[in-house]
């Protein structure tokens, strides 16, 4: 596991000021397939769509797009991102942070970007309260989460760097319980697992 520590906030938002020039947003293809599986799985699991999703590190929106193509019309899904690009599906926001409206809020929380995180099981126990009690969160891993043999922080913004069971792990020690891995292949990420984590029935 590895964690760059930085000197103050302004230093992180620097850094994730940085990272969001640099940084350019997956496919949307992959992004579809990856969100299609999701929805199925919550759908499968508690015979009922999502209603209310969270999107947090979302960038440009591509994710809460993709979202909307697999759920109802009706249904709310925001982004969050610290520098947000597309203000009309994304807002700007710390994803360490909450809001009273957020708590045990949301059927679906999603995220692909805890490796921006200076504090990861910090931000995962904020996520997690931030599902209803029979919510989900589903947390995107891939081998390039490992951050090996990258000097932090990486240019991308990336801080924070683990193994799949370092993440899992995590999840349990911010309070959550592991549900499921979905596997996920898309486009050359055939490392690329999904997290299927819930708030743990100890913490309800």
């Known amino acids: 596991m590895q964690l760059h520590k930085f000197a103050d906030y302004d230093s992180y938002l620097a850094a994730e000021r940085a990272g969001s020039r640099y940084r350019m947003n997956r496919g949307a293809n992959a992004i579809e397939e990856e969100t299609g599986r999701i929805v199925a799985y919550f759908h499968a699991n508690r015979d009922?769509?999502?209603?209310?999703?969270?999107?947090?590190?979302?960038?440009?929106?591509?994710?809460?797009?993709?979202?909307?193509?697999?759920?109802?019309?009706?249904?709310?899904?925001?982004?969050t991102d610290v520098f947000a690009k597309d203000p009309t599906c994304v807002i700007e926001w710390d994803y360490h942070k909450t809001k009273p409206e957020w708590e045990r809020a949301?059927?679906?929380?999603?995220?692909?970007?805890?490796?921006?995180?200076?504090?990861?099981?910090?931000?995962?126990?904020?996520?997690l309260g931030q599902l209803k009690p029979d919510g989900m969160l589903f947390l995107v891993w891939t081998f390039a989460h490992t951050l090996e043999e990258r000097p932090l922080p990486y240019p991308g913004g990336d801080c924070f760097g683990a193994g799949l069971h370092?993440?899992?792990?995590?999840?349990?020690?911010?309070?959550?319980e592991v549900l499921d891995l979905l596997w996920c292949p898309v486009e050359r990420l055939n490392d690329h697992v999904v997290i299927v984590a819930g708030r743990s029935m100890v913490k309800q």
């Open 166 to 176: 370092e993440y899992i792990r995590l999840v349990q020690l911010a309070g959550g």
């Open 106 to 127: 949301f059927d679906l929380v999603y995220s692909n970007s805890l490796d921006h995180s200076p504090s990861p099981r910090e931000c995962l126990a904020t996520w």
């Open 48 to 79: 009922r769509s999502p209603m209310k999703c969270l999107c947090h590190g979302a960038r440009a929106g591509v994710e809460v797009r993709q979202f909307q193509k697999f759920i109802p019309k009706d249904a709310e899904v925001l982004g």
